[in-house]
């Protein structure tokens, strides 16, 4: 089966090959700065085969190819006003899907990698009944923004941090701080690092996908 959205986010989604259904769990990938929709999309043969897998275009075009979702102004600071623009482009995407699609609202993942991570981050922690759980690969918690996080409100929430010891992207401390932050709520917080730079390998694919697949026998 193959599906298309209309939204103000051009996405893809990948072909499914589960029994045809009216309410599919499904993942979300939200690609890191100068990438695009295709990146992500090749993690979707080893993901589990339930999931309905939809990859989003950042709204920004990247100077140096591809897009992304908002300027830095320093690590740990996004540029305010593009910031805003694609969290509400994204929570938008989100509420089409949903309309569009057999999307099961009580199983809406993300996954993230870098910026993404801080995209998935954003949406998750401020709409945590919309969103069930999180994949962060080497990313942070954007905390200087003018969102207003649900700290209190993270009992039903699932996150798995990962993130390369060796990063010189975004440095491991920046994981641990996403780490420190989330021990101190009721989400379920896996927290993984790896001996590899600003990059997925296979060991942390495999155990993302391990993750999601645990996910949907909860």
């Known amino acids: 089966m193959q599906y ?3 939204s103000s986010l ?4 990948a072909p499914i090959n589960a029994i045809k259904s009216d309410s599919f769990p499904t993942l979300i990938l939200l ?3 100068g990438a695009d929709e295709n990146d992500l999309l090749s993690l979707a043969p080893y993901l589990d085969p339930r999931l309905l897998v939809l990859s ?3 709204p920004f075009a990247f100077p140096m190819g591809g897009y992304t979702w908002y300027e830095i102004l320093q690590v740990g600071k996004p540029e305010e006003g593009q910031f805003k623009e694609s969290y509400e482009l994204l929570r938008n995407f989100l509420g089409d899907i949903k309309k569009q699609l057999p999307v099961n609202p009580n199983q809406v993942y993300l996954l993230g990698f870098s910026m993404g991570s801080m995209m998935s981050y954003a949406l998750a922690l401020t709409k945590p009944t919309e969103i069930k759980g999180v994949v962060a690969h080497s990313g942070y918690i954007p905390e200087e923004t ?3 996080y649900s700290w209190n409100n993270l009992r039903n929430s699932s996150f798995l941090v990962a993130h390369g010891t060796f990063d010189p992207v975004i440095p491991v401390q920046l994981g641990r701080r996403a780490k420190e932050l989330l021990s101190k709520t009721e989400a379920s917080l896996t927290y993984k690092e790896y001996p590899i730079g600003h990059n ?3 060991e942390s ?3 993302l996908a391990a993750w999601l697949q645990q996910q949907l026998q909860t």
């Open 205 to 207: 694919l495999h155990d």
């Open 4 to 6: 298309s959205v209309k």
């Open 31 to 33: 690609h890191g700065r």
């Open 146 to 148: 003018e969102l207003h």
């Open 56 to 58: 989003v275009r950042a």
């Open 200 to 202: 997925i390998s296979e």
């Open 10 to 13: 051009l996405c893809k989604v």
